[in-house]
């Protein structure tokens, strides 16, 4: 069975917005803060 999400406009903006103050600090491995930079910026992950 194959899922796909079903992303908005505004769903991609908040991410995107979420994602990059990140991108170029991305957070230390392990911390809450990685696991949802590593959900937000590689939708697979969070499935």
């Keep these: 069975m194959q899922f796909r999400?079903?992303?908005t406009e505004a769903g991609?903006?908040?991410a995107l917005a979420e994602v990059?103050?990140?991108s170029d600090n991305e957070p230390g491995s392990g911390t809450e803060a990685a696991a949802r930079f590593n959900?937000?910026?590689d939708p697979d992950?969070?499935?």
């Design 45 to 47: 992950r969070a499935l």
């Design 5 to 7: 999400l079903s992303i």
């Design 20 to 22: 990059e103050p990140h």
């Design 39 to 41: 959900g937000l910026s």
């Design 12 to 14: 991609y903006d908040w």
